[in-house]
């Protein structure tokens, strides 16, 4: 056993070491460090990495949207507009400030206050979202919204969303308030494909950013949410709850006082959708919408919000739909009854006639389908129903309605019986006339669509500014523009510059009273070498020695024929080209009958000439196109061209005249004003024209088939263009003076008889003042007419040299005519 001094004490157990807690703590805290440090620096990655795509915040300064061109007419009414996004952007000033208030408590009370992310509104909207158990409150700031517009991203996902943040806080710091505002009002999608406040305002109240009031300006700012669940026009009660909360938060928000509150939520709106009225002008518009794309690309038209200013008159648009409309009715009633639509079945048939008469709201003058019910023998008549109401045809109503016919010799049937043209189940088209007075039938007109198509240039002297084009009788039925696309043979439409070159020529001395025998004449075939041509009148005859102003007033082919024959092919077509006819022309005689294809645009402007004292003057449609700050992009300049003398053109113009006082024109005297101008019409009566003027206005009017089939029998430029002309030129002219055609200096007149062109002694009676050339008017009479030197002897053909030709038989030609009636 162990023994212990009493010096001897108990020793205490050693201390533990602390110092691995400080460097717990200490590894902990570089941990914490890094991972912060990491943390922070992933954001930063992040960040950059999120907004490295982010457009810069200095190209909103200059903000430009995709925003509406608008095509105005010549008085500044609309004609038609071209967008990708129906918006109008307006500035600030032009938006009622109650509107803007209506939006920023709908979408951002807290506007003014936040630097674009109010984390405070985040958790009040998601406060009263949980309690509705629906979305009725936004978190996205405007700011937000103006962000996820511009970068277009989705709506739910969260890396787009920190995009929305990020751009939104960067605008907050480049850009005030009233800029931001800016952007968002002119931006937002408001439904029924408006963009913007502006083009909202127009749309659901015909009216201006600036002009609506304050309930109309809350239904608007209602739609921000979900413009097609809160529509106005599909959901007039969900528009309704959306426009009384807008109202409350304008209220809670000190915007609006509660008595203006209560007022706009007891205001009753008149809200339906609007559309601008247009004026109608479809093939006009359309050519502009080519010319625009075409010089200043697709984006720019659609996006650019350009202002583009036409020389189209809307009031003479008109007029001509209305020409064409009724002188293509009469064609086509010339031109025979195709038939029935359709023809319905027994059952059908009697279905139709069993239901109950009754009252039907008919639009008189609106063509509608009828089904014939029966066809009363004893009355000469057909009964039809149309729907609920009934009404009648006689048979002398239809008595036009003969089967068509295929080929010029062919014998239409005549009608002798209303069964001839109605059998019961036909489906036809009607118009409805009058109530006949005797209980509720109405009396009824047979109609049909037109078979042949129709085109219309009108153009303004002395301008060149194009105030009419129609293309075609019905732009929705066919977009092909026969005014400026199609090249149709212009016939006899053709001839006045082949008489225009005879009068220039520089050797060859010709005046309207020089005389050409009209007489049988013996030609290689242009068309068919090897074979013989033998030229034509339309009345097959001849008519002896005729003066150049007779020939053309009569559209005499064999005349012509022998004029271009003299004068040359070379020198013909160089001289008609002055006129600006870049078509094909055929260097062979039968470019006298018009056989060379070429757009009624073409001709209307070369005619121009004569009305223009010798200039040819360019074709304008579009006057001017503004920028979307009014600056000018572009201004039609008037272009000119003297290409024929003045003296030349006038003689030319008197001659046409002529045309109208008494030749194939005669019938265009009934609007008792000077005028002049020429028909047109091609072999088989293919083609119909008219070309005339004023001197304020040049008209041309060209009728015919796509399929190039003929019009009918005597189907001439006078008969089946020539009404469309007239009626046209009397209502675009009924306002203006009758002005007569101004003589230029070179000109000089003298009495010479109006067969044989020989001069009137004073004091003997008859003939008429011709027009000649200044050193070209004929001498006194009894002095003895020599030639020139390279002057012709048909100049000077005497009439007792006349010996009426047999009329030759007409062997196979190419296209010819002439038009004398």
């Not at 006009?284 to 984006?299: A, D, P, S």
Request: glycine fraction near 8%; charged fraction near 25%.
């Amino acid at each position: 056993m162990q023994q212990f001094s009493e010096n001897t004490a108990p020793q205490a157990p050693p201390k533990p070491k602390r110092h691995w807690f400080w460097r717990l703590l200490c590894w902990s805290g570089i941990l914490v460090f890094l991972l912060s440090l990491a943390g922070a620096g992933a954001l930063v990655v992040g960040w950059f990495y999120i907004s490295e795509d982010l457009p810069s915040i200095e190209s909103l300064a200059d903000y430009r949207p995709a925003a509406v061109t608008r095509i105005l007419a010549a008085d500044g009414q609309l004609m038609t507009q071209y967008y990708n996004q129906r918006r109008f952007v307006v500035p600030m000033s032009q938006i009622n400030p109650l509107a803007i208030k209506a939006f920023v408590a709908a979408e951002d009370g807290n506007f003014f206050q936040h630097q674009g992310i109010d984390l405070v509104g985040i958790l009040r909207a998601t406060i009263a979202n949980i309690r509705a158990g629906r979305v009725v409150q936004g978190a996205s700031t405007i700011s937000q919204q103006v962000a996820q517009a511009l970068l277009n991203t989705p709506a739910r996902a969260w890396v787009p969303k920190i995009k929305e943040m990020i751009f939104a806080w960067r605008m907050e710091q480049k850009l005030s308030k009233q800029e931001i505002l800016y952007i968002y009002l002119n931006e937002i999608y408001l439904g029924h494909g408006a963009y913007g406040v502006e083009a909202a305002a127009r749309t659901y109240f015909g009216k201006s950013a600036k002009e609506i009031d304050l309930a109309e300006a809350a239904v608007i700012a209602g739609l921000i949410q979900a413009p097609s669940r809160y529509s106005p026009l599909r959901h007039p009660r969900r528009a309704r709850t959306r426009q009384v909360y807008v109202i409350e938060r304008m209220a809670a928000e000190g915007f609006i006082t509660p008595e203006q509150a209560d007022q706009a939520v007891n205001q009753r709106l008149d809200i339906k959708l609007h559309r601008p009225q247009t004026v109608k002008a479809a093939y006009y518009q359309e050519t502009v919408r080519q010319w625009l794309q075409e010089r200043f690309g697709r984006r720019t038209l659609y996006e650019g919000g350009l202002t583009v200013y036409t020389a189209c008159d809307p009031r003479l648009t008109r007029y001509g739909r209305q020409a064409i409309a009724m002188g293509l009715a009469s064609l086509t009633k010339r031109q025979g009854y195709l038939g029935p639509l359709k023809r319905l079945g027994p059952a059908e048939l009697e279905a139709v006639r069993s239901r109950p008469l009754g009252s039907a709201g008919l639009e008189p003058g609106k063509a509608l389908e009828a089904v014939v019910s029966k066809v009363d023998l004893a009355k000469q008549r057909a009964v039809l129903r149309l729907g609920a109401a009934r009404g009648f045809i006689t048979l002398d109503q239809v008595r036009w309605a003969k089967p068509p016919i295929k080929h010029l010799k062919e014998k239409r049937p005549h009608l002798v019986s209303i069964d001839q043209v109605f059998e019961p189940g036909d489906v036809v088209l009607v118009r409805p006339l009058e109530k006949s007075g005797k209980g509720e039938d109405w009396k009824l007109e047979l109609v049909q669509k037109p078979w042949a198509q129709a085109a219309l240039l009108a153009m303004e002297n002395r301008t060149g500014r194009v105030r009419v084009l129609i293309g075609g009788a019905d732009f929705k039925q066919s977009q092909f523009n026969r005014a400026l696309q199609a090249r149709r043979q212009p016939g006899s439409a053709f001839k006045p510059f082949i008489y225009a070159a005879a009068l220039d020529h520089p050797n060859l001395i010709y005046t309207s009273r020089s005389v050409v025998l009209d007489s049988p004449v013996v030609y290689e075939n242009p068309t068919k070498p090897g074979e013989k041509w033998r030229p034509k009148n339309y009345t097959s005859k001849f008519y002896g020695p005729t003066t150049l102003r007779t020939a053309l007033a009569h559209s005499r082919n064999v005349v012509t024929v022998k004029l271009l024959s003299d004068l040359g092919m070379g020198y013909t077509i160089g001289y008609a080209r002055r006129f600006g006819l870049s078509s094909a022309l055929a260097p062979n005689l039968s470019l006298a009958l018009g056989t060379s294809g070429m757009s009624l645009l073409e001709l209307t402007r070369a005619y121009g000439v004569f009305a223009d004292q010798g200039k040819l003057m360019e074709s304008v449609m579009v006057e001017r196109v503004m920028g979307r700050e009014g600056q000018m992009l572009y201004e039609a300049q008037p272009q000119e061209k003297q290409v024929i003398s003045p003296a030349t053109a006038y003689l030319m113009t008197h001659l046409l005249k002529g045309v109208i006082q008494y030749g194939t024109g005669r019938s265009m005297r009934a609007l008792k004003r000077p005028l002049a101008g020429k028909t047109g019409t091609t072999n088989d009566l293919r083609d119909a024209w008219f070309v005339g003027f004023s001197p304020q206005l040049i008209c041309g009017v060209w009728v015919g088939q796509d399929d190039n089939r003929f019009l009918g029998k005597k189907e001439t430029g006078s008969r089946a263009a020539g009404p469309i002309w007239k009626d046209f030129m009397a209502e675009a002219l009924k306002d203006l003076p009758a002005e007569d055609f101004p003589v230029p200096s070179g000109v000089v007149f003298a009495r010479v008889d109006r067969i044989s062109g020989e001069p009137v002694a004073a004091g003997e009676k008859g003939g008429f003042f011709e027009s000649f050339q200044e050193g070209r008017q004929p001498g006194r009479p009894g002095e003895e007419a020599t030639p020139k030197e390279g002057q012709r002897p048909q100049d000077f053909l005497q009439a007792e040299s006349f010996v009426k030709p047999e009329v030759v038989p007409v062997e196979e030609a190419p296209p010819e005519t002439d038009e004398s009636e």
